[in-house]
């Protein structure tokens, strides 16, 4: 992704909005917008930003599992299975 070809200047989505909009829905890349020079928003279509919101889910579900691995806060497989096991002949 090049993002130097999607720097665009808040002036031109005021007068492309609707282009803008449409492009974007199409899975273009995301696009950023500048305010005074200085990089103010991005742009980006529906699915792409579902797509980002559900790898950050995942990736912080990962960091919580590793934390809890570094303090040990693990039960070994073995021990769970037998859990499993148990209530399977429970029921």
Do not use: F
């Not at 070809?5 to 829905?25: C, D, W």
């Not at 917008?33 to 995942?58: C, Y």
């Amino acid at each position: 992704m090049k993002l130097s070809s999607q720097i665009r200047p808040i002036s031109y989505l005021k007068t492309h909005a609707a282009e803008v909009v449409r492009e974007m829905g199409k899975g273009q890349e995301p696009m950023i917008i500048t305010q005074n020079g200085e990089a103010k928003v991005v742009l980006m279509d529906i699915a792409s930003w579902e797509r980002m919101k559900e790898t950050m889910a995942l990736l912080k579900i990962l960091a919580l599992g590793m934390r809890q691995v570094d303090e040990g806060r693990v039960t070994p497989v073995s021990e769970v299975v037998g859990r499993l096991k148990r209530r399977g002949r429970e029921r």
